[in-house]
């Protein structure tokens, strides 16, 4: 197939990608499409256990996986190419968009470098729901020897890590009584364990400019609250979501603030991840900064404050892992959500150098 052919190709299969819609827990057509372009563009694919779509193309001794997510959050963008060359729709950067780039890079590796490692793409199932169904899956089948992640960056972005998660349910049931008499109401004491975990977080931070960014802090949210009464009874529940740097595990998080909370409410917690950060100066990373270069751009090591799934392989897969794809993620779950075209091109060109390096790396040709 031809470059120019190959090009069009990958453009539409973006298009197509982001046409079809994906809400977490849904993704069976979508996956069954790029199952299909994957099976017709030189890999061998197949849907597995977990609804992931897997391609496969190489045979060499080495191992590299790119995993991406093919789920959306909810709410319907209508998918339109305007005449800038901008894709808008949901999807189309968190993130259909970085596992279109890495189906479409692997695409066209030459056959040296299909010769020196195996490559494997994983579109990943729900992903943007708690189960992270797709990587859990992925994690128990695969060794790999490299592992992309497939999430925005921009063309020039590198992404070391992710801050980890927490999810705090918290409740109070309480006898009613009168406002007028003495005592706290359900709602009070909520609103008191709501203050206690914002306290928290404020000393386990520190001065966020000691700390060098927001990566280093504890971010706490309120995600929901509601309060009430039968007449009989009070209740008082609250979701508090909890951002965490790698200094801080979910496991101290649920610790210090089961100290804290214990008398005021009922506390489950839930949804807990480790953060993760993986060096800049690993093979992988050497390959992304000189294919980004040679593409014209300037590298950008970033660290994000939400979470991925880089999060729930890292404690699986101890090897060189970094996250990349094309496009702005704070566009993700937006009604702004979109991507430019050209952007997607450019990343394809750049992962496809990093990859055909990164073989090479892993798999030095033998001594003449």
Known sequence: MTGEALSQQTLELLVRAVEIPSVSGQEAQVADYLRGWMNANGFQAHIDAAGNAVG????????????????????????????????????SVDAKGSFCTFVAAVAGLDDATLARARFVCIGATEEEAPSSKGAHHAARHYRPDAVLIGEPSGWEGITLGYKGRLVLHAGVIKDNFHTAGEGTSAGDDLAEAWFRVRTWAQERSGPVSEKGSMFGAVQ?????????????????????????????????????????????????????????????????????????????GTPVFKLKTGTSDMNVVAPHWPVPTLAYGPGDSRLDHTPEERLSLSEYQRAVRVLRGALTRLASALTPAPAS
């Open 56 to 91: 496969e193309r190489g045979h060499g001794p080495k191992t590299v996986l790119l995993l991406g997510h093919i789920d959306t959050v909810a709410g319907q963008i209508p998918v339109r190419l305007d005449e800038a060359g901008v894709l808008h729709g949901r999807g």
């Open 220 to 296: 706490a949210t309120v995600q929901s609250i509601q309060s009430g009464s039968d007449g009989l009874t009070q209740t008082a529940r609250g979701v508090f979501g909890l951002r965490l740097p790698p200094e801080v595990s979910p496991e101290l998080a649920r610790r210090e603030l089961s100290e804290r909370l214990g008398d005021l409410a009922q506390l489950d917690f839930r949804g807990a991840e480790v953060a993760v950060r993986h060096p800049r100066d690993s093979s992988l990373a050497r390959a992304l900064r000189l294919a980004i270069r040679e593409e014209g």
